[in-house]
Each structure stands twice: as C-alpha cells, then as structure tokens.
Nanobody
C-alpha cells in the first residue's frame, strides 16, 4: 500500500487542522492505521491509532481530548482532526499502515509509511 499525507500548514496556537492520508490498494480496509510525529531533534513518537474497522482508537496522553483519528474505508482515507493546537504539537506528521495486528503504538511495528506533512503551530 502507498500512503500520501496532506493537510499540514501553519496555524496559531488554539487553532485547528485536519490531516488526511490517502491510501492506494484494495486491502487498505484490512490495515490498522496510525499517526506519528517527529519534531526537530526528537525521536518519532506515537500520536494515535485506529483499528481496521474504525471501531477502536488509541491516543497518546499528550493529544487525548484534542485530536481525533478516524477513517473512511470507502474512500481509502485516514484523518487526524487536531484541535486546540499547541506550539509543542509542531512536527512532521506521518501516517502509517499496520498489518497482522489490531493496533500498535510502536513505530517499528508499522509496515508502510507516508512521506509526512509539516504542522507548525505558532505561539
């Protein structure tokens, strides 16, 4: 599967953005999906994940209550709605696909990665 993330940009603190991740391939709906982010000088970190059906979602504590992960399997698209953005949310955001597991918080377990989209939150 190939993944293409989009929707990043510059936003003021307190604002919102919605990221999208378009997937190619007929088996997209069988993959669990996740969002990760990497800030300058830091390691890639887990943001959120969602089961293949969309019925289960998981969030990092740092984004819980502010971000919402969702998917539309008919459109082969994954989303990340980000509200109440903070400067510390500034990072490159990556979408990823996971096979063989219902979900994971660990980047090394994901099989496919998108190219990343930059989110910059100004104070």
């Amino acid at each position: 599967v190939q993944l293409q993330a989009s929707g990043g940009g510059l936003v003021q603190a307190g604002g919102s953005l919605r990221l999208s991740c378009a997937a190619s391939g007929r088996t997209y709906s069988s993959y669990a999906m996740g969002w990760f982010r990497q800030a300058p000088g830091k390691e890639r970190e887990f943001v959120a994940s969602i089961s293949w059906s969309g019925g289960s979602t998981y969030y990092a504590d740092s984004v819980k209550g502010r971000f919402t992960i969702s998917r539309d399997n008919a459109k082969n698209t994954l989303y990340l709605q980000m509200n109440s953005l903070k400067p510390e949310d500034t990072a490159v955001y990556y979408c990823a696909a996971l096979t063989g597991m219902p979900y994971s918080n660990y980047a090394h377990e994901y099989n496919y990665w998108g190219q990343g989209t930059l989110v910059t939150v100004s104070s």
